[in-house]
C-alpha cells in the first residue's frame, strides 16, 4: 500500500489512531505499507523503518 501524507487533512489527535490503525491491517493482512510523512515524530513511532531524504 502506498499513502502520501495521509495525515495531512486530520486534526491534531488524529493522526495517531490512523497510522495505527494502518499498521494493524497491514500485519493483519501481510501487506507492506509505503508512507510519504513530513512529521517525523509520527514516522518515527508508527513505522518499522524510516529512511531519511536530504533536503
Known sequence: ????KP???LKLQH???MLA???R????????VITV???LTLALRHAG???VLPA
Open 25 to 32: 491491517c497491514a500485519m493483519e493482512s501481510g501487506m507492506g
Open 49 to 51: 523503518a524510516v529512511p
Open 37 to 39: 510523512l513530513h512529521d
Open 15 to 17: 493522526p495517531h489512531a
Open 7 to 9: 495525515t495531512a487533512p
Open 1 to 4: 500500500m502506498l499513502l502520501d
Open 21 to 23: 490503525q494502518v499498521r
